[in-house]
């Protein structure tokens, strides 16, 4: 270890413990916008470059990014600068969260001290608005959940049943199927609306046309940080040693093709067209003061699902729409606290049988929808099926997203003054190839 960080290790463990559970005032020497997503206790992962350069590892705080790479060069990280010249987070993600929390806050730690060694290194620190930010994982699989009691119920009273609206298994399983990873792409990317085959009622015919039913899904999702064996159980308890972090993700959804495509196999071309995620993980560490008690689950779920404690967090999240001639108009408000299934019984149940997880796996919630019309997570709920057009800033309305749309997505966390953000997801929707 560097001497002048051996010379203060005393002083680095109180910071420590302070950080992780308790909320006590941390500042920066850096100077950070008050209300900045990326706040001294968040510090999160992503991966950027600058102009032709290579793509490396950074840690965003307030406007800038810190280079782990520069900063493991000048003997100031315990890791190699290798793991932070990659163009993906995959190889340090594997070396375990002893280390990688232990980067992330010798980095606060850095960030904080008077005397510290970085004030003497400006060339460490890249501004947000020089960087490209990339996909900040390689994603081998990805896997999608129907968490939100409130979203399933939305979506049973539409399509099925209004009296009962929840399928008789969604109280007992954490309902999910096996999206597409290829088509997973880092926020700020465009997204071509999907040519498909639709059948939009029993009298015509199926026919091949783009989408006319685009919709996003407001999601959280997290990327798996510690891999399995084949076979292996992942139990609720020991779940979170299995989050590096989470992200925000937008399932983009093609109702008219899922409707005439799902039975009897689930989602298909309707969904793996893209998903959007954010660039920044968050890690779980970072979110441990936001955790809140999850909804009660009636009828009790079976052993392997039951948990200790509280595993859902207070993430508040909004979606704004915009178009060319429009500014953007937030059409949802709602919080990732509302999951009636949370991730430790997720990763719980997706491993049950034994299948294996990989680092850099993501797992998203399902729609994140609330009780009220105004919390609702997709366009498919707020316009009830297309049947109640809202209008944009410009008088023009919508029901599903039209050409040259833009969706933005947010979300951040917030606790006596102290803010965790994820900065945002964003996609505009252009007319099919
Ligand atoms: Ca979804």
Not at 118 to 134: C, G, I, R, W, Y
Request: proline content about 5%; aromatic content about 10%.
């Amino acid at each position: 270890m560097n001497v002048t960080l051996s010379a203060i290790e005393g002083k680095v463990v109180s910071i420590i413990n302070e950080t992780t559970r308790n909320l006590t005032t941390l500042k920066t020497w850096v100077s950070i916008p008050d209300d900045s997503d990326f706040s001294i206790y968040n510090l999160p992962f992503g991966i950027f470059s600058v102009g032709e350069n290579e793509l490396k590892a950074g840690i965003a705080i307030g406007e800038q990014i810190v280079a782990l790479s520069a900063l493991a060069t000048l003997g100031l990280l315990e890791v190699d600068a290798s793991y932070f010249k990659q163009s993906t987070l995959n190889d340090f993600i594997s070396l375990g969260k002893s280390i990688t929390n232990k980067v992330r806050l010798d980095v606060q730690r850095l960030l904080v001290l008077e005397n510290s060694p970085l004030k003497n290194h400006p060339e460490v620190f890249v501004s947000q608005s020089d960087a490209k930010m990339h996909l900040p994982v390689h994603v081998g699989d990805y896997t999608d959940f129907y968490s939100s009691i409130e979203h399933a119920t939305n979506v049973g009273k539409m399509f099925r049943d209004p009296e009962n609206a929840l399928l008789p298994n969604w109280r007992h399983i954490p309902v999910g199927y096996h999206g597409r990873a290829s088509s997973i792409v880092v926020s700020g990317t465009n997204i071509n609306r999907p040519m498909g085959q639709v059948k939009p009622n029993s009298e015509e015919l199926p026919s091949f046309k783009p989408s006319e039913n685009l919709d996003f899904e407001l999601e959280m999702g997290f990327v798996v940080g510690k891999s399995t064996e084949l076979g292996e159980r992942v139990s609720t308890k020991n779940a979170a040693e299995h989050i590096f972090g989470l992200v925000l993700f937008n399932d983009w959804s093609a109702r008219d093709i899922q409707k005439w495509e799902y039975v009897p196999l689930g989602p298909f071309l309707g969904k793996s067209f893209a998903s959007s995620m954010s660039p920044w993980i968050v890690t779980l560490e970072a979110l441990e003061p936001f955790k809140v008690q999850g909804p009660e689950q009636k009828p009790e779920v079976l052993s392997y699902l039951q948990y200790e404690g509280e595993h859902n967090y207070d993430i508040q999240l909004e979606v704004g729409m915009s178009s060319p001639n429009s500014d953007e108009r937030i059409i949802s408000n709602s919080n990732f606290k509302y999951m009636y299934w949370n991730m430790m019984q997720q990763l719980a149940h997706h491993t049950v049988n034994g299948c294996n997880l990989n680092v850099g796996d993501v797992m998203a919630s399902g729609t994140i929808s609330g009780k009220d019309e105004s919390s609702f997570g997709s366009l498919l709920e707020i316009s009830w099926g297309g049947k109640k057009p809202f209008e944009l800033s410009d008088g023009s309305t919508r029901t599903f997203i039209e050409d040259n749309d833009t969706i933005t997505m947010r979300g951040f966390a917030e606790k006596d003054g102290i803010k965790v953000g994820f900065g945002e997801v964003s996609g505009t929707i252009l007319p099919s190839k």
